[in-house]
């Protein structure tokens, strides 16, 4: 790819670009392309995905964006994106084969990649080593049952010990790894029906919510943020979040460190599964500059760049290519993030691109919430979840 013959411009939207790192490579890509300067526009995370939506709509859209990478298929379904087919053919440095299948999954839509996946996380295992000593448990759970015994050896109501933590308000995010486990998905393949009541759902849910019985019923209502401070205290044994966690527990609760260790999820019957979430760079169809752009969404893919804007950082990121993540300078760098690194390989990018989903995963929360407080059955939070689905997919 020739560098532009005059001076252009490539608008970059992000909620990233004041970060410092961001700066320095914005600021070396300028010497290397003279010609090419990088205008960042910025929006708060939160709000990112409206802004660029009106954009859209207004054709003001910028050149890149770096977005959530769940989000890609959403856009690239309102022809609003470029196929990055034909540069990823030419490029030495972009190779689709080297992302990792789920994430390649994120930025896939009908079977053509319209993003490249930039940064992401896993959701793992944090278990308490001193807790797990003093049970007498060797170490981390590898399947369903270890975990549930586990769970149940590590909980002792009397002296307000539990073996487990989960919470209410998050209940159908953090069931997903289970029901991918079990061999279950949310939708169907085609993303136009329920599958989540399947036989293989209501197994994991049934599993799911029975693992109350080893959680503090005082933190129910809480979120996997604010329960940070029972698994802090040691009064939970066993955690599951994304790899933001570690970063969270060495910055707010420097005192505990070495008394808590990181693994991944145990096996279902289906294997090894876990959630992912992450970013990925996109180029809007309406570029004037898209040689420009792409050059610039390249550079920022180059394997240096990825490691120093993922292990590389403060941040508990990941990068989303797989040379990187089994790499022996990654666990040099970052121990803690290996289990999460070793689990990029079990992701699975939810099949979940239907615009409707957002409000049944609403039902589906609160359904599995009011099971976690014993109020009905899995299966039942399951059929009335579905059926409430079924009602917002029909209309």
Request: charged share 25%; net charge negative; proline share 6%.
């Amino acid at each position: 790819m020739k560098d532009p013959a005059s001076p252009q411009t490539v608008t970059f939207f992000s909620w990233v670009g004041n970060e410092p790192q961001m700066k320095e490579m914005a600021a070396e890509f300028h010497k290397r392309h003279p010609n090419i300067t990088i205008k960042f526009e910025n929006a708060p995370a939160e709000q990112a995905q409206q802004v660029l939506s009106t954009r859209i709509a207004g054709n003001t859209a910028p050149d890149v964006a770096y977005i959530n990478a769940s989000d890609t298929s959403d856009y690239a379904a309102r022809g609003a994106l470029v196929d990055l087919g034909g540069y990823m053919e030419r490029s030495e440095i972009v190779k689709p084969d080297n992302y990792v299948d789920g994430f390649r999954t994120f930025v896939t839509w009908n079977d053509k990649m319209w993003g490249l996946p930039f940064d992401g996380e896993t959701t793992g295992l944090f278990y308490r080593t001193d807790r797990f000593k003093e049970a007498g448990i060797d170490g981390p759970p590898k399947t369903w049952d270890e975990f549930k015994a586990a769970a149940e050896k590590l909980t002792d109501t009397a002296n307000g010990k539990y073996g487990f933590e989960m919470f209410a308000s998050e209940s159908a995010y953090y069931w997903y790894p289970w029901l991918y486990q079990a061999g279950g998905d949310a939708l169907t393949r085609e993303g136009k029906d329920i599958a989540f009541d399947s036989a293989q759902g209501k197994t994991a849910a049934d599993f799911y919510v029975n693992l109350a019985k080893y959680s503090p019923r005082d933190y129910l209502n809480s979120n996997s943020y604010d329960g940070r401070v029972a698994f802090a205290k040691g009064d939970v044994a066993m955690y599951v979040a994304g790899a933001w966690f570690a970063g969270t527990l060495a910055d707010e609760y420097p005192k505990i460190t070495g008394k808590w260790a990181a693994a991944p999820l145990p096996d279902g019957v289906a294997g090894c599964k876990t959630t992912i979430a992450g970013d990925s760079l996109v180029m809007f169809n309406k570029t004037k500059v898209s040689d420009a752009a792409w050059l610039w969404m390249e550079f920022l893919s180059q394997p240096d760049n990825l490691a120093n804007w993922t292990y590389k950082t403060e941040g508990t990121l990941l990068p989303p290519t797989k040379s990187l993540l089994g790499s022996a300078d990654l666990a040099k760098e970052k121990p803690v993030l290996k289990p999460f690194a070793d689990l990029m390989s079990c992701g699975v990018a939810s099949t979940v691109s239907n615009p409707k989903y957002p409000r049944i995963e609403t039902i589906l929360n609160e359904e599995l919430g009011k099971a976690i407080y014993g109020d009905q059955t899995a299966p039942e939070a399951l059929d009335n979840a579905a059926q409430q689905g079924r009602a917002i997919l029909a209309h």
